[in-house]
């Protein structure tokens, strides 16, 4: 696979994404959301990797890190803390950074949508 912009931004999108979950493990231990992170780099290397299986189901691949992202997205809504955006690194703020991050891997990854 020869790698365009868009699929940088798609692997660079998903490992802000990823290591902003992963970076709450210390501070909240293995919640669901901090373990979001390890499901970003599964399907990140399931998009990209050269596994055979993988490679053969790519707009299933596709359709799953949309949906990951999307869903994520939408319990973050419902289940974040409502604190307004600061400079802080808390745990509120962190779900700030990583939405941000998330809407630009949908934006990217709609740009890479199979035909």
Known sequence: MNLTGKHYGIILSTLATALLHLSLLPRMGLDPIALNGFGYLALLG?????????????????????GYTTLTFILWIFLRE??????????????????????ILLAFLWADKPK
């Open 46 to 66: 399931a998009y990209f990797l050269p596994i055979p299986f993988f490679q053969q189901r790519h707009n299933l691949v596709w359709w799953a890190l949309l």
């Open 82 to 103: 409502p604190k307004p955006f600061t400079l802080d690194f808390s745990n509120a703020s962190i779900g700030y950074y990583a939405k941000a991050a998330e809407v």
